[in-house]
């Protein structure tokens, strides 16, 4: 485990069909691996903001399918996006809905907030975007600290004109966006001292290290 302030320890289960099938039909046995490693960020910004690109053309996920389920098939369909974006110098990408192409869904690996006034936002999770435990913690220290927090549908519209927008995920724990492009036009956001996000990550990197108590509930003591 890196020292306090220089990492974590990433634990990432997989779960693997094993079995000898070669048609298409449930695996009879599965493996189940367990990968641990020390990390530092996610993204090579560090805690920099994030420049993110909104992509309209491909989608993450479709209503019915499996946009809700932390699996590989959430994670393919991104690729070709996510590489064109950061081949632009961006960090990332935001995909809308697949439905009415309007609605904000998620990051390719982490979920999004916005930040407007005292009232956090994020999409809901309703099976096309991981219900991520980073985001549920998240919304829970928001409440406690005395934000209004809503779980809705969030429009491109709303978001431009945003205070703040940040991301969450195990990797990336609350990461700020400092700008977000759509159709050519970059928008610029608030980071830095004295956001919801610098706020968010203190509380929650305080209770996983210790620093904070952890009222929640949440750690567990292992010797």
């Known amino acids: 485990v890196p020292p306090p302030g220089k990492g974590s320890m990433y634990v990432r289960p997989l779960l693997i069909g094993t079995g000898s099938v070669l048609g298409l039909a449930p695996a009879r046995e599965c493996t189940f691996i367990t990968y641990v490693s020390p990390v530092g960020n996610y993204y090579k910004e560090g805690s920099a903001p994030l420049n993110l690109v909104i992509e309209e053309t ?3 996920a479709t209503p019915g399918g499996t946009g ?3 699996t590989i098939t959430n994670y393919a369909p991104v690729l070709k996006a996510l590489t064109h974006a950061k081949s632009r110098g961006f960090s990332d990408v935001i995909y809308l809905d697949s439905v ?3 609605y904000l869904e998620e990051v390719s690996a982490c979920n999004v907030f916005i930040v407007k006034g005292n009232r956090i ?3 809901p999770a309703q099976g096309t975007i991981l219900p991520g435990i980073t985001r549920k913690s998240i919304i829970d220290i928001a409440i406690d600290q005395g934000y209004q927090v809503e779980e809705r549908a969030i ?3 709303e978001l431009i004109d945003s205070d703040e927008v940040f991301c969450t995920g195990t990797a990336v724990v ?3 966006v400092g700008s977000i492009t759509f159709r050519g036009i970059r928008f610029d956001y608030n980071t830095g001292a004295g956001t919801a996000s610098v706020k968010l990550h203190s509380i929650l990197t305080g209770i996983q290290t210790g620093l904070i108590k ?3 509930g949440w750690t567990v003591e292992i010797n």
Do not use: L, Q, W
Request: glycine letters at 4%.
């Open 58 to 60: 491909m989608h993450r």
């Open 68 to 70: 809700g389920v932390k």
């Open 100 to 102: 009415k192409k309007k």
């Open 121 to 123: 936002s994020t999409p």
């Open 155 to 157: 429009e491109v519209d």
């Open 174 to 176: 609350v990461a700020p």
């Open 214 to 216: 952890d009222k929640m």
